[in-house]
């Protein structure tokens, strides 16, 4: 391979860069919003320092949108938390079934009942999900939001994808050894999907802790609100609050910003093979 | 052979709660949302529904709010799936190519994190960076000495906003998808066009597009799916406006639903989820028939 040229590599930084930078600069700017005041911004928009070093903003913010901040914290950890156990669980489980009965017909009825409500349009399927929650007594509690966001695409395609390629040797000595299919599921095949349960957990909590709309829609209070929630409602607040606004939203990237960056590898690598398999 | 067979029970109870959920959050809310769309707004909650029929269908479909906002979200998605898939690609081949070298990894996710933020926080700061007066976009075209753009503010520029906006968000997605095909592509065939005297562009039309195609037709599909359904970005950044310049469908059946029309706003999602299955279809059915 020939060596490349000094000029077409710093050509190449400088576009890249260039790219990188402009794709990060919100951040920046986010993180100094929060830290300065609007007048100082007015006359200084593009100071890359804060004046002064203040956390005054996010110290003012303990209550926004008729909720505590920690209430609203509280609620998108648990939430999240929640539903990202149950997503695990319940399609680990699924995807198991359906990969060991293919044949079985209700199972494909399942399958192909499934993949036509992901393909549906979220936004739109949470208007009937109102009704749906309204006829169950759902609404205004922790159990709907919690439950509808427990069924997500990207989880049950690798999942899928992971028992597919299990070797049928594995789950035949399993068998032939005498143990249940119980047994089989969580002493053998489990312990094996280790790094796919891994990969699925952290990107259902990055997806979930995103999640406003449905929280929103099955919330009668402000009670249930998650920290995008309470977000969208002060940013549509009258006398805006700049400094808050931009707290607020540091407050709800830095979670998944800092899980995204320690498991990289993981959520971009799940995420490809999840929407390739798809 | 009987319905359930005994070596199957353990089967059906493994799946029994994601049965559940998919048929009490997926296949029920689609029935009941066709059911609504037929049925007259102010019953439609009701246990028992007045029928319509296909009223709510003509309504919306002589409403001239709704034509221009069908127009408009059409319109939108061509441009943002061009703009989208090209930029991305046209990225992922300069993170590919030799020249680039070490820092690789760090140019791929400082595209990639706002794929993870939160859409909402994105959006919102994006509001506030277009915004006339302290805005940081407008400060740096004035900087260079570049007219200034106007934003959400106008309706002639209030689509584009959102465009960049949503690119932001989106883009490092497709990226990582066409990276991942790059990395199964056989280097040794572009080099060996290189040595027969094949020029760069050559190269990248004859050798290495036809090896993306898998990689291509993801893109446009997931990109089609997604630019369609345009929502948040418009309920935070735009409401819709200025003068209905950002009103897409999503958000216009969105309205109808707060205005307590459940009857329109279902009949408008149905149109709009027909649309999404109609032309994934077509672009599939397209690819397909180009791959064989």
């Given amino acids: 391979m020939t060596r490349p040229r000094p000029l077409a590599r710093i050509a190449a930084w400088a576009v890249a860069g260039t790219v990188s930078l402009l794709f990060l600069y919100p951040y920046l700017w986010m993180a100094l919003g929060s830290m300065r005041s609007t007048r100082a911004i007015l006359s200084a928009p593009l100071r890359p320092w804060p004046e002064q070093w203040t956390l005054d903003a996010y110290i003012r913010l303990h209550e926004v949108a008729g909720v505590t901040l920690w209430r609203a914290v509280a609620n998108s950890l648990g939430i999240t938390l929640a539903s990202t156990a149950l997503a695990v669980g ?82 035949e000595a399993a068998t032939i050894d005498g143990a249940q299919e119980w047994d089989i599921l969580w002493r053998v095949v489990m312990p094996m999907a280790r790094p796919v349960v891994a990969t699925v957990s952290i990107i259902t909590f990055l997806l979930n802790w995103a999640q406003w709309f449905p929280v929103l829609v099955v919330s009668t209070t402000p009670d249930t609100y998650t920290l995008p929630v309470a977000l969208l409602n002060l940013n549509g607040e009258l006398g805006t609050d700049f400094q808050g606004i931009m707290a607020l939203s540091v407050i709800t990237t830095l979670p998944p910003a800092i899980l995204f960056l320690i498991a990289q590898r993981r959520v971009i690598g799940g995420m490809t093979e999840g929407a390739v398999k798809g | 052979m009987t319905l359930l067979r005994h070596q199957d029970r353990v089967f059906y109870l493994f799946a029994a709660p994601f049965a559940a959920l998919t048929l009490v959050f997926g296949l029920w809310p689609i029935l009941l949302s066709i059911k609504v769309s037929l049925s007259e707004s102010t019953t439609a909650l009701a246990r028992a529904p007045r029928f319509v029929g296909w009223e709510n269908y003509a309504t919306i479909l002589a409403d001239p709010l709704f034509a221009a906002s069908l127009a408009r979200t059409l319109i939108y998605t061509a441009l943002a799936v061009a703009v989208n898939v090209g930029f991305a690609l046209a990225y992922a081949l300069l993170l590919n ?150 009103n897409f469908v999503s958000y216009f059946a969105y309205r109808l639903f707060d205005q307590g029309e459940y009857g329109q706003a279902t009949a408008a999602g149905t149109i709009l989820f027909a649309i999404v299955i109609g032309i994934s279809a077509l672009a599939y059915g397209l690819a397909k028939r180009g791959q064989a």
């Fill in chain 2, 97 to 246: 190519s030799d020249v680039i070298g070490r820092g690789r990894t760090f140019f791929k996710l400082a595209v990639f994190l706002p794929v993870v933020t939160p859409d909402l926080a994105g959006y919102v700061v994006w509001r506030w960076l277009y915004d006339q007066s302290f805005g940081a976009l407008n400060a740096g075209l004035a900087l260079l000495h570049l007219p200034g753009f106007g934003g959400i503010a106008s309706p002639a520029t209030a689509m584009l906003a959102v465009l960049i906006a949503e690119l932001w968000h989106h883009a490092g997605f497709y990226v990582v998808i066409f990276l991942a095909n790059l990395a199964l592509c056989d280097k040794a065939l572009a080099e060996a066009a290189a040595i027969d005297g094949a020029s760069a562009w050559q190269r990248l039309r004859y050798v290495i597009l036809p090896q993306l195609r898998p990689a291509i037709l993801i893109n446009l599909i997931y990109a089609l799916i997604q630019f369609l359904k345009t929502f948040t970005v418009v309920v935070v950044m735009t409401k819709g406006g200025p003068n209905g310049a950002t």
């Fill in chain 1, 90 to 171: 319940i399609t680990a489980m699924g995807a198991y079934a359906l990969c060991r009965r293919p044949g079985l017909l209700a199972f494909r009825f399942l399958r192909g009942g499934f993949l036509l409500t992901m393909m549906y349009p979220y936004m739109l399927l949470v208007i009937p999900v109102y009704i749906v929650m309204y006829r169950l007594h759902l609404l205004g509690g922790y159990t709907g939001i919690v439950l509808f966001l427990s069924l997500g695409p990207v989880q049950f395609f690798l999942f899928e994808q992971f028992f597919r390629a299990l070797p049928a040797e594995v789950i």
